[in-house]
Structures are given as structure tokens and as C-alpha cells.
Nanobody
Framework: QVHLVESGGGLVQAGGSLRLSCAASGRTFGNYAMGWFRQAPGKEREFVAAFSWSGGSTYYGDSVRGRFTISRDMARNTVYLQMNNLKPEDTAVYYC?????????????????????WGQGTRVTVSS
């Protein structure tokens, strides 16, 4: 399993930006699908963005597409989530996730069941 540690959360006003980081350690970073999910109070964990196992494809949830960008730095074993034009409804705990299953691309919107390793989460609060 890979160990994941998120950072970069905080309090920001609506319209602002944040960049989350997820540092991975353990097994070979390049052979994992990597993703971000979020969970707001009283709600289920929601897909935000992901890289496929092959690294060749990216995926975004409908509510963040066009505002959020997932990227990664292979040399630093780190995945990032750049969040722009933040809205109060983006308030949640954001979780990084990874999975080694060698499926080149997701055939549907990724779910929590597609990932077997999780970070502890970082809280993002967007004020109106």
C-alpha cells in the first residue's frame, strides 16, 4: 500500500484559490491511479478529480470541471489539486486516494471503490 499525506487546506473567501498537495510514499508512485475526493458534513464522499493508472487520462466531477485542475510531479511523488473560483459549496474535507490496479483508464466516473489507499484529509472552508 502507498502512504498518502494531504496538505494545503484552509479558509478562503468565495472566488479565491487554493492548491492542495498529496505526498505519496511506499510503492512505485508511477503505477497508481491517483484521485481526489471530498466529503462535506452529512454527505457522502464525492469524486473530485483523478488520474488514470496509465497516467494518460484525467477525470473531473461535474461540479468542479473548469475550476479545478489535477496535476502531479513524478520526481516529488506528489499530486496536486489546484482549485480556482472557489464557492461555499466546495467546503469539505478533501481526501487523496490511490490504487495500484493496472486498469489503463476508468470506464466510468471513479468512485471510492476504485481506490484502496486514502490519506487523512485536509479541510477546505470557503466563506461567502
Amino acid at each position: 500500500q502507498v502512504h498518502l499525506v494531504e496538505s494545503g487546506g484552509g479558509l478562503v473567501q468565495a472566488g479565491g484559490s487554493l492548491r492542495l498537495s498529496c505526498a505519496a510514499s511506499g510503492r512505485t508512485f508511477g503505477n497508481y491511479a491517483m484521485g481526489w475526493f471530498r466529503q462535506a458534513p452529512g454527505k457522502e464522499r464525492e469524486f473530485v478529480a483523478a488520474f488514470s493508472w496509465s497516467g494518460g487520462s484525467t477525470y473531473y466531477g461535474d461540479s468542479v470541471r473548469g475550476r479545478f485542475t489535477i496535476s502531479r510531479d513524478m520526481a516529488r511523488n506528489t499530486v496536486y489539486l489546484q482549485m480556482n473560483n472557489l464557492k461555499p459549496e466546495d467546503t469539505a474535507v478533501y481526501y487523496c486516494a490511490a490504487d495500484p490496479t493496472p486498469v489503463p483508464d476508468f470506464t466510468a466516473t471513479p468512485t471510492t471503490a476504485d481506490f484502496d489507499s486514502w490519506g487523512q484529509g485536509t479541510r477546505v472552508t470557503v466563506s461567502s
